[in-house]
């Protein structure tokens, strides 16, 4: 048998590479400031066996046509919007994703994202910093209150839930809008099913948890906005996509919402002139949801032991496909 070609679009740690690298010749892109071009990615796809891709790589048509020898893509995420599963199928590509190593992960900074937006953490944080700390007021920095408010979660998969499970630790009242009801959820974490309409009038917090799809595409928008509390807060830490981002700066600068906190942008990185980023009630971070090390490794792992698993004949852990 030839020896198998993996090539990895993003620097990994070698030492999670080892099995890899015993089975075959493994490349990476190795530049940490600067992504994977894309003609090297379909330079590299032509050669391949398996692909260790990120989310931010287009795994479309003109990526599979070139990848005629690659047996399996592993992406480097749970999300999947950046691959046209369909045509992979067509091509006999097998795909997976990494679910659930990083569902708490994700909900930790989503829980993290509440409280930052609710009690101004960055702004009080570079208040002190600036030196402008030079006295004590009563309102000075007052943020709002999480715990006993009402969190209205879109999109109630697993790490909805896990956030529902913060969130009840909070004491806060759960209402969740999703495709189709999850009575785990409403047994368990006491979450209440509304229509996303509901769902928006009545929530403190409106999270975003829902996956970037043909339904889900803008489903934040200038209407949503209207309907939402002008004291809510709109948290994102699933997909930019979902959200129309003219809109929602519209209402963070007219008030018609108090504030967000936002993960994701609709594009990754998000510029450092953006709109988004000159308001004073929006905080904002680099899509670091599942960013810690203990989860990054296992997410790496995951693509391994998928890699693993298809060039050596046996089936995929975590296929999609
Ligand atoms: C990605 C994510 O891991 O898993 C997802 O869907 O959005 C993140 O956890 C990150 O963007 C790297 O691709």
């Not at 097998?94 to 101004?120: E, G, H, K, Q």
């Not at 009575?183 to 928006?200: G, M, R, V």
Request: proline letters at 4%; charged letters at 25%.
């Amino acid at each position: 048998m030839k020896t198998p070609k993996i090539f990895i679009t993003r620097k990994c740690p070698e030492e999670r590479l080892k099995a890899l690298k015993e089975l075959g010749e493994v490349e990476m892109w190795e530049k940490e400031d600067v992504p994977c071009p894309r003609g090297l990615l379909l330079e590299k796809a032509k050669e391949a066996d398996a692909l260790l891709t990120m989310l931010s790589d287009q795994v479309d048509e003109e990526l599979l046509n070139k990848a005629e020898n690659v047996k399996v893509i592993a992406n480097l995420a749970v999300g999947y919007d950046n691959i046209n599963l369909q045509y992979a199928k067509e091509k006999k590509v097998i795909i997976t994703n990494t679910p659930d190593v990083l569902t708490n992960t994700t909900a930790d900074l989503t829980f993290a994202l509440i409280l930052t937006a609710a009690r101004r953490v960055v702004e009080a944080a570079d208040y002190v910093k600036a030196g402008k700390w030079t006295s004590w007021s009563p309102l000075l920095l007052a943020g709002a209150d999480v715990h006993h408010k009402t969190i209205g979660i879109v999109g109630m998969g697993k790490i909805g839930q896990a956030v529902a499970k913060r969130a009840k630790g909070f004491d806060m009242n759960i209402l969740y809008h999703n495709r189709s009801r999850d009575y785990d959820a409403e047994n368990n974490l006491e979450a209440a099913y509304t229509s996303f309409d509901e769902l928006l009038a009545q929530s403190d917090f409106v999270v975003c948890m829902t996956p970037l799809t043909n339904e889900t595409k803008h489903m934040f928008n200038a209407e949503s906005f209207r309907k939402m509390k002008s004291s809510a807060l709109f948290i994102n830490s699933s997909r930019g996509g979902t959200v129309v981002e003219e809109d929602l700066i519209k209402a963070l600068e007219t008030g018609e919402i108090a504030g967000a906190g936002l993960d994701v942008f609709e594009q990754e990185p998000i510029s450092a002139d953006h709109p988004l980023l000159k308001l004073p009630n929006t905080v904002a971070l680099p899509h670091i949801g599942s960013a810690t090390a203990e989860t990054r490794y296992a997410m790496i792992d995951c693509c391994v032991q998928n890699i693993l698993s298809v060039l050596t004949g046996k089936p995929p852990v975590t296929p999609l496909n």
